[in-house]
């Protein structure tokens, strides 16, 4: 929990108005949603489609104390306490600036086009062995949610790690200039928002942007095996370079990999005698363990220690997790997000698993990818192999080029190849008739195709 002053934070804001007479009035927490509104709150008012400032009096019955204000100060609320600023966005990011260097804990950024929450939840399992640790909260990690973030943590905190996503250039630069990290990590570069930003290259660009808050001898963390951030790094003066991957060129890669139904097994060059277990599939994930490791090592967290803590970590929701489906069978449950290079690498993992009964394989529409999604959608058949799947469900208006380009291509026969579109129970009845026990199944999409609807009709109970 937080404790500032009233008086505090209008110093800190440059109050525009006279605040002297609330000023030992004590904030514990800060939000700007009035139905999440807590007792000792300040509220702020933010601009968008709706002007937050209408429901001052909904705050302040939710237990709002004070509130940032640049409406006309006559209709604030009389008696109240607010502290007057141009904008109320920019004061809410400049409070967290203030809040963050009082508490002045080691700040690592993650961003990246998937497997930003997973890395998160590493970095948070490794850096909790030794120190206080506040991370990122669902995905609150845009302009208004990682100010919110740092305004959450307690006063106690040693290391927060601080989730940054996107949808367009310039949004990382302007949280990394709020946040300042001791340690940045990019995850990878994927096709995520290539419908904003163009080009895998621009989306490099954009990632890039973590380091422009940065100060000299912070540690930047990324996958060595990415030209376009090595061709980015080389430009990069002050900041220390450490890379992951499976290569030998990285500074830290695995020696061998075992894949699991609900663990992976993997040694690395920095600990050969050592067997490292985390609780999820995927040599994609082993890279985000990789992040989270030397992570831990910059703050120097001992890496068996480490091995010990990722062995526990608690992943978030719906990201690669299993769940029991109907009739003895297991989904593969990854239904939050999706980008074409994410998709092919859990496909390409979940085909390499052992099973007694049949592999389904169920892909919805991934969003944002633009000009380019039929040729990226088309570009998932690499990973899709008919010796290792049995049969393939396609969901939403993009998957129909996939559908047709595995079918031209003949490798899969019709039978099993499935297309869907619209309403969705046809194909949850479909399958609730094909899954027996020992089957598996994958479920993949972006969120907002909501194949999550799928997972839950099919789950068991």
Same mark, same amino acid.
């Given at each position: 929990?937080i404790?500032?002053?009233?008086?505090?934070?209008?110093?800190?804001?440059g109050?525009?108005?006279?605040?002297?007479?609330?000023?030992?009035?004590?904030?514990?927490?800060?939000?700007?949603?009035?139905?999440?509104?807590?007792?000792?709150?300040?509220?702020?008012?933010?601009?968008?489609?709706?002007?937050?400032?209408?429901?001052?009096?909904n705050?302040?019955?939710?237990?709002?104390?004070?509130?940032?204000?640049?409406?006309?100060?006559?209709?604030?609320?009389?008696?109240?306490?607010?502290?007057?600023?141009?904008?109320?966005?920019?004061? !809410?990011? $400049?409070?967290?600036?203030?809040? /963050? @260097?009082k508490?002045?804990?080691k700040?690592? +950024?993650?961003?990246? %086009? *998937?497997?930003?929450?997973?890395?998160?939840?590493?970095?948070?399992?490794?850096?909790?062995?030794?120190?206080?640790?506040?991370?990122?909260?669902?995905?609150?990690?845009?302009?208004?949610?990682?100010?919110?973030?740092?305004?959450?943590?307690?006063v106690?905190?040693?290391?927060?790690?601080?989730?940054?996503?996107?949808?367009?250039k310039?949004?990382?630069?302007?949280?990394?200039?709020?946040?300042?990290?001791?340690?940045?990590?990019?995850?990878?570069?994927?096709?995520?928002?290539?419908?904003?930003?163009?080009?895998?290259?621009?989306?490099?660009?954009?990632?890039?942007?973590?380091?422009?808050?940065m100060?000299?001898?912070?540690?930047?963390?990324?996958?060595?095996?990415?030209? !376009?951030? $090595?061709?980015?790094?080389?430009? /990069? @003066?002050?900041?220390?370079?450490?890379t992951? +991957?499976?290569?030998? %060129? *990285?500074?830290?890669?695995?020696?061998?990999?075992?894949?699991?139904?609900?663990?992976?097994?993997?040694?690395?060059?920095?600990?050969?005698?050592?067997?490292?277990?985390?609780?999820?599939?995927?040599?994609y994930?082993?890279?985000?363990?990789?992040a989270?490791?030397?992570?831990?090592?910059?703050?120097?967290?001992p890496?068996?220690?480490?091995?010990e803590?990722?062995?526990?970590?608690?992943?978030?929701?719906?990201?690669?997790?299993?769940?029991?489906?109907i009739?003895?069978?297991?989904?593969?449950?990854?239904?939050y997000?999706?980008?074409?290079?994410?998709?092919?690498?859990?496909?390409?993992?979940?085909?390499?698993?052992?099973?007694?009964?049949?592999?389904?394989?169920?892909?919805?529409?991934?969003?944002?990818?633009?000009? /380019?999604?039929?040729?990226?959608?088309?570009?998932?058949k690499?990973?899709?192999?008919?010796?290792?799947v049995?049969?393939?469900?396609?969901?939403?208006?993009?998957?129909?080029?996939?559908?047709?380009?595995?079918?031209?291509?003949?490798?899969?026969?019709?039978?099993?190849?499935?297309?869907?579109?619209?309403?969705?129970?046809?194909?949850?009845?479909?399958?609730?008739?094909k899954?027996?026990?020992?089957?598996?199944?994958?479920?993949?999409?972006?969120?907002?195709?909501?194949?999550?609807?799928?997972?839950?009709?099919?789950?068991?109970?």
């Amino acid at each position: 929990m937080i404790s500032l002053m009233v008086g505090e934070i209008a110093k800190a804001l440059g109050s525009l108005n006279d605040t002297s007479k609330w000023d030992d009035v004590e904030i514990t927490a800060v939000g700007f949603d009035t139905r999440k509104m807590v007792s000792g709150s300040l509220f702020v008012p933010l601009i968008g489609e709706n002007d937050g400032h209408k429901f001052i009096q909904n705050a302040i019955d939710n237990g709002a104390k004070a509130a940032l204000w640049s409406a006309p100060l006559e209709d604030a609320p009389a008696d109240f306490p607010v502290i007057l600023v141009e904008d109320t966005l920019l004061a !809410l990011q $400049e409070l967290a600036q203030y809040y /963050l @260097k009082k508490v002045a804990p080691k700040v690592v +950024g993650i961003t990246g %086009s *998937n497997g930003k929450t997973t890395t998160k939840d590493m970095t948070d399992a490794v850096m909790s062995s030794r120190y206080r640790v506040y991370k990122t909260q669902g995905n609150f990690n845009n302009q208004i949610g990682l100010p919110i973030t740092i305004l959450s943590m307690p006063v106690d905190t040693e290391v927060v790690i601080l989730e940054m996503g996107m949808s367009d250039k310039g949004e990382i630069e302007v949280l990394s200039h709020i946040a300042e990290p001791d340690i940045a990590i990019i995850t990878m570069i994927g096709e995520s928002h290539i419908e904003f930003l163009g080009s895998r290259a621009n989306i490099a660009d954009a990632k890039m942007e973590i380091t422009s808050g940065m100060k000299e001898q912070s540690l930047l963390i990324y996958p060595g095996e990415e030209e !376009l951030l $090595e061709e980015r790094a080389e430009f /990069l @003066k002050g900041i220390q370079l450490k890379t992951f +991957g499976t290569k030998e %060129s *990285n500074d830290i890669y695995p020696l061998q990999i075992t894949n699991q139904m609900r663990e992976t097994s993997f040694i690395t060059n920095l600990a050969p005698s050592i067997e490292v277990k985390i609780p999820v599939l995927g040599t994609y994930n082993v890279n985000n363990a990789l992040a989270a490791l030397t992570a831990g090592m910059a703050l120097d967290i001992p890496i068996a220690e480490s091995f010990e803590s990722l062995a526990q970590f608690q992943l978030t929701k719906n990201r690669t997790e299993w769940d029991e489906g109907i009739n003895g069978s297991m989904i593969l449950n990854d239904s939050y997000n999706a980008n074409p290079t994410a998709m092919k690498l859990v496909i390409e993992n979940f085909s390499q698993l052992e099973s007694n009964g049949k592999k389904y394989v169920v892909l919805g529409d991934m969003l944002e990818l633009g000009d /380019l999604s039929e040729e990226l959608h088309v570009s998932v058949k690499e990973a899709l192999d008919p010796a290792k799947v049995d049969e393939v469900y396609l969901y939403g208006a993009e998957m129909k080029a996939l559908q047709e380009a595995l079918l031209n291509e003949g490798r899969f026969s019709q039978e099993s190849i499935h297309y869907f579109i619209g309403d969705k129970q046809p194909l949850i009845e479909e399958i609730k008739q094909k899954l027996k026990e020992n089957d598996y199944i994958l479920i993949k999409s972006s969120f907002g195709t909501d194949l999550l609807s799928v997972v839950e009709a099919l789950k068991l109970g």
